[in-house]
């Protein structure tokens, strides 16, 4: 029962380089979340699909770019990476938008040199 | 003055301890909340939730609202190592229609 997958589980990137990060659910929910996680800041959500084929901005959107490929995946990129998006990114997924049952991933953790 | 305040931590307690976790928000439509425990280099897990006021108690854990101060708690009795995380707590105003908030999470230490 894998839950909720992301890929990679750590990156370095280049100032300037762009990457997705991968994000899969296999609890069949309608709704799915990017967050990042910096000290001192908690989790900030940039990023939510309510449902298949809707996505939505979050708190912090700037400088992220999402996709939700189909039920099962949502993907995150960054197209011009930089050192303030260094940061410990979670996917989550729930069975409906802001159900207080939230299932999350491991994290990315990224790092923009 | 943001929406849902939790002191940082860290805060260290010696095994058997019980532990008082806070969070203040300041959004009266809050009506869901709950308490998601993070242990290090993991993703958040959700431990308990409550609708409105009142407590809700689930083993060693108790979680208690008062809507009326806009002030939740989360006490855990016969603290464990184990129980060593960060804590955070989130709320909602419609569960199903908008998204939760975090709090910054509460750091627990328990040696």
């Known amino acids: 029962n894998a839950g909720v997958t992301q890929t990679p589980k750590f990156q370095v990137l280049k100032t300037g380089q762009s990457m997705t990060l991968q994000c899969a659910q296999d609890m069949n929910h309608n709704s799915m979340y990017w967050y990042r996680q910096d000290p001192g800041m908690g989790l900030r959500l940039i990023y939510y699909?309510?449902?298949?084929?809707?996505?939505d901005k979050g708190e912090v959107p700037n400088g992220y770019n999402v996709s939700r490929l189909n039920k099962r995946e949502f993907s995150l990129r960054l197209e011009s990476a930089a050192p303030s998006q260094t940061s410990v990114y979670f996917c989550a997924s729930s069975v409906t938008k802001g159900n207080t049952e939230a299932f999350f991933g491991q994290g990315t953790r990224l790092t923009v040199v | 003055q943001k929406e849902v305040e939790q002191d940082p931590g860290p805060l260290s307690v010696p095994e058997g301890a019980i532990v008082s976790l806070n969070c203040t928000y300041s959004?009266?439509?809050?009506?869901?909340f709950m308490w998601y425990r993070q242990y290090s280099r993991k993703g958040p897990e959700l431990l308990m939730y409550?609708?409105?006021?009142g407590n809700k108690e689930d083993g060693r854990f108790t979680a208690q609202v008062d809507k009326s101060s806009k002030y939740i708690s989360l006490f855990i009795r016969d603290s464990q190592p184990s129980d060593s995380a960060t804590y955070l707590c989130?709320?909602?105003?419609?569960?199903?229609?908008?998204?939760?908030?975090f709090g910054k999470g509460t750091m627990l230490l328990v040696s």
């Open positions: 699909s309510a449902s298949e084929g809707t996505t």
């Open positions: 409550t609708y409105s006021s």
């Open positions: 959004n009266s439509a809050f009506q869901y």
């Open positions: 989130a709320m909602n105003a419609n569960s199903g229609y908008s998204t939760l908030t």
